[in-house]
């Protein structure tokens, strides 16, 4: 059972946020996912398109050793410019022999790199010493981002993969999954609707677009599995190319934006709870006979909350799935007064040991109901943490608390979170992981 500290404050067992009304907190939570995506993108996304069928040659088996002439023709092509004319093409992809991946660490510490520092040399080469320099052993990198922007736009990909490993740095590719303005434009059918009753001379009609949230971005309907499959396209790509694991964020259905004339055009009808599911179930049966370790990243809030908070992300039916289930729980992101706390933000440890525990007790009572039946083997609990400023400073020992916190919980593995990617932070060889109390 982890410590709970108490703080004088009734704390109930599965948490709600006292007045706050629970659609508030989904709104707040997917605003803050918008914040940091448009963060990301200096330059806009008219410069990016979907990645069309014929540029997504199949990938029939994926091994440990991939020669990359294999896989030459599906990393050519990958992000154009608006002119149509390729970033680059097949005769420029450079010779590497072998794609080569490194095993998981059995403690990871990460932090998160977007593809545009990584397109610059100088720039990621400087988080590149940060992260040797402060013991750390994992990048996350974007292979697609909110905005539809591709790894594959960076010529130098494989080569800078290679880098890495050779330094001994496990590699996570990040995929942005259902929020996808550049597919959604390319294939609106499978996009997110926003339906209209329009009356023209007495007769009434309804009239169809594409919905958008609040950053002005598209999003496709997670029920559309011919998206599922270009999803599995990219992923195994990605694999070819030297990612040694795949982290999929944005698994959910949209939640910030008008959502009083939404409609899913694949869902319909439908639990949003079982669409996900059903999409986590479909990485889980295409991935993992391959041999690719997968993860997922979900509200924070999941750790607490027993339903799908209308966004369809259940904590169990993703630990039944994946490698690691990544929670992201960065204090600021829950609401002013959830779990009593008047601004959760300034209170890094009592927010990561509480949600936290509460997902490890999950899990716990999840492998027991099902152990005896099955010889599944459920995710890893990983969580997000926070490195950014957003409801407080966040100094250092702010980051350490919350590390200190996983710890314990009885967990080793987190990952940083800095859309800038400007992490100040200790040397994480410093930072005890003795699972000890606190006054």
Request: hydrophobic letters at 40%.
């Amino acid at each position: 059972m982890p410590i709970r500290i108490t703080n004088n404050i009734k704390k109930e067992s599965n948490p709600r946020y006292g007045r706050i009304p629970k659609i508030v907190v989904v709104v707040i939570l997917g605003f803050a996912d918008v914040v940091i995506s448009l963060l990301l993108v200096p330059s806009g996304i008219k410069n990016v398109r979907y990645l069309s069928s014929a540029d997504t040659s199949p990938i029939v088996a994926i091994t440990k050793h991939t020669p990359a002439s294999l896989t030459a023709n599906a990393l050519s092509s990958v992000a154009v410019e608006a002119s149509d004319t390729p970033v680059y093409s097949t005769s420029t992809v450079p010779p590497v022999a072998l794609a080569t991946h490194l095993n998981a660490p059995s403690a990871i510490k990460a932090v998160y790199m977007t593809s545009w520092i990584a397109s610059d040399k100088t720039l990621r080469e400087r988080l590149v010493s940060q992260v040797l320099a402060k013991h750390l052993n994992t990048i996350v990198l974007d292979v697609k981002d909110a905005t539809s922007r591709t790894i594959f736009s960076v010529p130098d990909v494989e080569t800078f993969i290679a880098s890495l490993h050779e330094r001994g740095i496990y590699v996570i590719g990040r995929l942005t999954t259902f929020e996808d303005p550049a597919a959604a434009a390319a294939h609106p059918d499978w996009a997110v609707k926003n339906v209209s009753v329009v009356e023209n001379n007495g007769v009434m009609s309804t009239t169809s677009t594409v919905w958008k949230n609040k950053g002005g971005l598209a999003w496709i309907d997670a029920g559309a599995t011919p998206f599922w499959d270009y999803m599995a396209d990219l992923g195994k790509r990605s694999y070819a190319t030297g990612f040694d694991e795949l982290n999929f964020d944005y698994v959910r259905f949209p939640s910030d934006g008008d959502m009083s004339r939404v409609y899913y055009p694949y869902s319909h009808g439908k639990s949003k709870a079982e669409v996900i599911n059903n999409f986590f179930s479909y990485l889980d049966t295409t991935f993992h006979p391959l041999g690719i370790p997968i993860s997922a990243d979900l509200f924070g809030e999941t750790t607490t909350d027993k339903d799908d908070m209308g966004i369809g992300q259940v904590l169990e039916n993703a630990l039944r799935h994946f490698d690691y289930v990544d929670p992201m729980v960065y204090p600021s992101h829950f609401a002013n007064g959830w779990d009593g706390w008047k601004n959760p933000a300034e209170h890094p440890y009592e927010i990561i040991q509480y949600s936290m525990g509460h997902a490890v007790n999950r899990s716990k009572i999840l492998s027991t109901s099902e152990g005896t039946t099955t010889t599944m083997k459920l995710a890893e609990l990983r969580p997000w943490l926070q490195a950014f400023d957003l409801g407080a400073k966040y100094t250092p020992f702010m980051v350490d608390e919350q590390i200190r916190a996983t710890n314990n919980v009885g967990l080793n593995g987190w990952l940083l979170w800095n859309a800038g990617n400007v992490y100040n932070v200790n040397s994480f060889s410093e930072i005890s992981t003795t699972i000890t109390a606190r006054n």
